[in-house]
């Protein structure tokens, strides 16, 4: 990964792209931050790497639980918001298959990623699953999870789940779908 994926130390949220030439575009990158009161929130950032002649393109979706809670802003104090773990991040490379079976759940046409088993990936370090799954209760939109376990590690798995809302959900739908092609041929 490049320097751009190490966290900003100041504030704990990847690092902004920085082009050495000021004509360079910036790497695609979105990221959803979504904290809460209890300090077990998540947030999920995405960079798209397109085909080219020497490698396919895939998608990163890199997990951080929250860190931190957010400080209401008190006299003499300003707000702080809420940090999250982009040292101790779970980083997963999704190919054309995997963004097509995301798509299925986002799209509505799947309650959850490979009927409800998830998308395993096995390295020589780790397993790590991914899922998605559609929810109506208790709240309505669509949750994106990571479970990864170090190979011969006796510690539980480390996990990471944010729960997208249904503005948010048809908006990576719609991201996600025009990446298809890129993604499979390059630009």
């Known amino acids: 990964m490049n320097a751009n994926a190490n966290p900003n130390p100041e504030t704990d949220r990847p690092a902004a792209a920085v082009p050495a030439d000021p004509q360079k575009a910036y790497p695609?990158?979105?990221v959803f931050y979504h904290p809460n009161s209890k300090g077990t929130g998540c947030a999920v950032q995405f960079d798209f790497r397109p085909a080219a002649s020497d490698r396919e393109g895939c998608l990163f979706a890199a997990f951080a639980n929250q860190k931190s809670l957010a400080a209401g802003a008190r006299?003499?104090?300003?707000?702080?918001?809420?940090?999250?773990?982009?040292t101790d991040k779970i980083t997963v490379k999704l190919n054309f298959h995997d963004v097509c079976q995301l798509l299925l759940v986002l799209a509505g046409k799947a309650p959850k990623t490979a009927d409800g088993k998830g998308l395993y990936h096995d390295t020589g370090e780790a397993t790590t699953v991914i899922n998605m799954?559609?929810?109506t209760e208790p709240v309505s939109g669509?949750?994106?999870e990571v479970s990864k376990k170090r190979k011969g590690d006796s510690a539980a798995p480390q996990r990471s789940r944010i729960l997208f809302t249904d503005a948010e959900a048809f908006g990576l739908y719609r991201l996600l779908d025009a990446t298809l092609l890129p993604l499979a041929f390059g630009r």
């Open 28 to 30: 695609p990158r979105l």
């Open 75 to 86: 006299p003499g104090n300003s707000r702080q918001a809420a940090t999250f773990n982009w």
């Open 133 to 135: 799954a559609r929810q």
């Open 142 to 144: 669509v949750s994106f």
